[in-house]
């Protein structure tokens, strides 16, 4: 069987990037933001490369995802793609006050993806609107050095990975499954 897709996001995904008031050191500068790295990235990273095709996917510009990638990627020719805002979606939302960045999974089926072999990782479910059903959400990151969310998901995704269809896993309730089957959950 081909390994399934893994979509990944990259703000309060894999790093938190802001241009005031980090809590900790800098691990690297994206122009005038400075960047931290989620805890346990470059683990969960090669855990993912290991096991399933790995894209990124941002609502980023493309030239801020490229340094980006370049810093958490150790090898990011390895990844199928990088994907930036030019690959999303605009809606309008709130009588026309917010712009909404959208994924629309079917971009990538058309690339030769089939969505029940997909999983998108991604803080912002909004943004998979049109395919819920792919999406793995995480808890936002924002500096926290004791946060272990990629630990969790590199658990859950070792057990996810070998479902035929990943859309039946019900990956909305992800931590509860964890809990449940392995008791390896972190809260």
Known sequence: MQKPLLVLDLDETLMHA????????LDFRIGPYGALKRPYVAEFIEFCLEYFEVAVWTSS??????????ELFPSPDRLAFLWSREHCGMEMRNGGLEVAWIKNLQRVEEQGYAL???????????KYCYQPENLLPCAPFYGDPAD????????YLDAARREG???????????????????????
């Not at 802001?18 to 050191?25: A, E, N, V, W």
């Not at 510009?61 to 370049?70: F, G, L, M, P």
């Not at 309730?173 to 959950?185: D, I, R, S």
């Open 18 to 25: 802001s241009m005031y008031g980090l809590p900790r050191t």
């Open 148 to 155: 272990h969310e990629l630990l969790d998901l590199a658990d």
């Open 61 to 70: 510009s493309e030239t801020y995802a490229q340094i980006a990638v370049k």
């Open 165 to 187: 269809d990943l859309r039946r896993l019900e990956l909305a309730h992800w931590k509860q499954v964890l809990a449940a089957t392995a008791g390896k959950a972190r809260d």
């Open 116 to 126: 029940a072999r997909m999983i998108a990782i991604d803080d912002s479910p909004e």
